[in-house]
């Protein structure tokens, strides 16, 4: 699996598991910001199937 940013397709991230892409996500996020109190939203297309 692999995930971008809205807006912004040189942010990319992949995991084995939408869990393991969030953990990425937050991990980058609080690289950048040095902030530990972050909110991550997944927004997932309807035509993608989670298992």
Known sequence: MAAHALGDDSVQT???T????????CDVAIEICGDNDIYVELMIPSNVKVA
């Open 14 to 16: 992949q995991g084995n």
């Open 18 to 25: 939408v869990d393991e892409i969030a953990a990425n996500i």
